[in-house]
């Protein structure tokens, strides 16, 4: 008898135990904004100011031939009322002509540039993933979103929820980036604004 009274709290303790064990843990709901997260990291940053430097050259070209135009824009309208009719034909078909090659060079450069961003951000983007992933298992997430985009169905988080600035700062510590480029770097999303604007006729 004494044996029984024994084995009954003990049951009674294991039954609780397997109760508990039968429950989920909580689980908890993330965002992060993974262009901003991507191009804030070490190696966002270097890749940032690699893009600025290769574009640089053709930026600077197509600033010259952008400039060309807008004088012989304004030569065109400073002298409509004095130059000859011939004059005036010849200057409209010359700025037509390189305002014709300068938006077919930018919309090049810019598809170029467009390609080497893609490619920088599928790079990293990967690497980014496999941080988020182990993050998210970790720390007990069942769900991240991503809010980068303005169609995210995302009417309300809350700022505690928002995990950008972790996994930034686990990503590094994961590559072992190089260290923290200097403020002047430029962002892969800012370096979209290598290309001029197309000039329109």
Known sequence: MT??????PALA???ALLVHAQNPPQTKVGIIHIQNAIISTKDGQKAAAELQ??????KDELDKKQSDIQQLQDQLRKGSNTMSEEAKQKLMHDIDQHTKSFNRETED???E????QGNVMRELGQKMMAVIDKYAKDNGYALIVDVSSPQTPVLYAANSIDITQDIIALYDKAQGASATSSSGSATPAAAAKTAP???KK
Request: aromatic residues 8%; proline residues 4%; hydrophobic residues 50%.
């Open 53 to 58: 430097a290769k574009f640089k050259p053709k």
């Open 3 to 8: 044996k029984n009274y024994v084995l009954l």
């Open 197 to 199: 604007a197309t000039v």
């Open 113 to 116: 540039l467009d390609q080497a």
């Open 109 to 111: 450069a810019q598809a």
């Open 13 to 15: 303790i294991g039954a």
